[in-house]
């Protein structure tokens, strides 16, 4: 058979504009965030913006280093001290997120599948969506004292909502075609929740948790700067104490930098699991 690309009169300038593609190198992730820092950068240094006010990017980063590596100091509590804020921070992140993940799937699969179970359970969690987690606080603390179990409580509190009614909205939209499916098949009825539903709701349950993750991360600094002591968000309310803006965007980064990076574990977690979906 002749081959019949060497005769083809398209070219690449030809093709249709829906299969036209913009190639960006591979580090085009990074192109944005380096351009702000290169405009922040040359803001600050040209007096365009106050350094006092809002410091620049290599100020951050020195302040950074002092906090991540500098000598313990009883006086300067922003002296070596990040890594174990960080630490601090992560662990009530993972403590609050397992507890929502560990309630908020199952219950919201339950609630997705059974009409009966939506009815019991649906008011309540939509009374208490809107209530704002700041709000629980006076009761986180007068119930679990200023400690690591008060700000647990919050991040799970808050994390399991988006988990729970992602969870439901998965399971909801199964397609029955599926289910009648596994019904011929010999799939017991009792057995179409766990073999049918969950599998068919995991990219909703995957976007849930990822929410969920997300919203932890806001939710430690709210606990961490009025429920709790040590973290991220005790840093970040220390240096807004102490008037010190370069501390204040360091923290402000940290916090960014590890919810991306939780994300990022959450988001190759799906994938794997979900190669067959497209969704995620």
Not at 16 to 34: E, K, N
Not at 253 to 266: K, R, T
């Amino acid at each position: 058979m002749a081959d019949t690309r060497a005769f083809s009169t398209e070219s690449p300038a030809a093709a249709p504009l829906g299969r036209r593609r913009l190639r960006l190198p591979r580090g085009r992730r990074l192109i944005v965030p380096a351009t702000l820092l290169v405009v922040w950068q040359a803001a600050s240094s040209t007096g365009t913006i106050d350094a006092n006010t809002f410091p620049a990017p290599t100020t951050v980063l020195e302040s950074w280093m002092i906090w991540a590596n500098g000598e313990r100091n009883a006086v300067a509590w922003y002296s070596g001290t990040w890594l174990e804020y960080v630490l601090l921070s992560a662990r009530r992140v993972l403590g609050g997120f397992l507890v929502a993940s560990l309630v908020g799937v199952p219950v919201g699969l339950v609630i997705g599948w059974s009409r009966l179970a939506r009815d019991l359970a649906d008011p309540m969690i939509q009374v208490m969506r809107p209530i704002p987690i700041v709000a629980w606080l006076p009761f986180a603390t007068f119930v679990f004292g200023i400690q690591d179990t008060a700000a647990i409580f919050l991040i799970a509190l808050g994390a399991f909502f988006p988990i729970v009614l992602n969870s439901a909205a998965g399971a909801e939209r199964t397609p029955r075609v599926l289910m009648r499916a596994a019904l011929m098949l010999g799939t017991p009825r009792r057995n179409l929740l766990f073999r049918v539903v969950l599998p068919s709701a995991l990219p909703s349950i995957f976007t849930g948790l990822r929410l969920g993750m997300g919203l932890a991360w806001v939710l430690v600094i709210v606990s961490e700067m009025l429920a709790v002591k040590g973290g991220l968000g005790y840093a970040l309310w220390s240096a807004y104490q102490f008037i010190r803006m370069d501390l204040i965007v360091a923290a402000m980064a940290s916090v960014g930098l590890l919810g991306f990076v939780f994300d990022v574990l959450i988001l190759a977690i799906g994938r794997r699991a979900l190669r067959w979906s497209p969704t995620i």
